[in-house]
């Protein structure tokens, strides 16, 4: 039999339950850790580098808008 996994999400707001995800704007996961990984810190990703991503994004964007 597996191991249990063990996941948690730390939100921004406090308490938290449905009810806050659904209708209070702004509230966002700070910290998500995933089998003991932490994946999300501060609200920013840990496996990934963000503003590559966006650098990148921006050159694609840049491209087709070219071809447009």
């Not at 009810?19 to 089998?35: N, Q």
Request: charged content about 30%; proline content about 9%.
């Amino acid at each position: 039999m597996p191991e249990a996994r063990t996941d948690e999400v730390t939100w921004s707001y406090d308490p938290m339950d449905p009810w806050h995800i659904a209708f209070t704007p702004g509230i966002m996961p700070r910290r998500i850790v995933i089998d003991g990984e932490v994946v999300l810190a501060d609200g920013r990703p840990t496996r990934v580098d963000a503003e590559e991503i966006r650098a990148r994004a921006r050159e694609q964007a840049a491209r087709l808008h070219a071809r447009l």
